[in-house]
């Protein structure tokens, strides 16, 4: 299956082959865990770029636990681990994911109605 945007972007969606899919695209409840560290990541590098604090590199890996035994399975326990790299002062870097995960995360702020989401960072060398 193949998503469009408006753009004509393209996200390329199947199910996984135990349940008759080839696995050659994203699993629909992966892109909700996708869209969580894009849009989280998009906050974290404007916040920092307006508080002029250096930034390199950034990257996102999320860990989705999902209810089990229930249908829907919906996920309940959300961890996400930012990488990044840069001169940037640590409560600078901090700040910008609690603002974004906390406030400006549109995704975060959907998926925390089930989910429990916490998080941490660390440099990337």
């Known amino acids: 299956m193949e998503a469009l945007n408006e753009e004509g972007n393209s996200l390329t969606m199947d199910a996984s082959p135990s349940i008759g899919g080839t696995g050659r695209g994203f699993r629909p409840m992966e892109t909700l865990l996708a869209g969580l560290g894009g849009c989280s990541a998009v906050d974290v590098v404007l916040i920092l770029q307006k508080s002029r604090q250096p930034l390199e590199d950034i990257q996102v890996e999320i860990d989705g636990h999902r209810q089990e035994g ?3 399975s919906l996920f309940d326990k959300i961890h996400v681990k930012y ?13 910008a994911i ?3 995960m906390q406030k400006y ?8 109605k089930t989910a429990v989401i916490t998080w941490d960072w660390a440099r990337l060398e």
């Not at 990488?83 to 700040?95: C, N, P, V």
């Open 70 to 72: 229930v249908e829907p």
């Open 105 to 112: 995360c549109s995704v975060a702020k959907t998926l925390e």
């Open 98 to 100: 609690e603002l974004s």
């Open 83 to 95: 990488w990044l790299k840069g001169t940037f002062e640590d409560s600078a870097a901090q700040r």
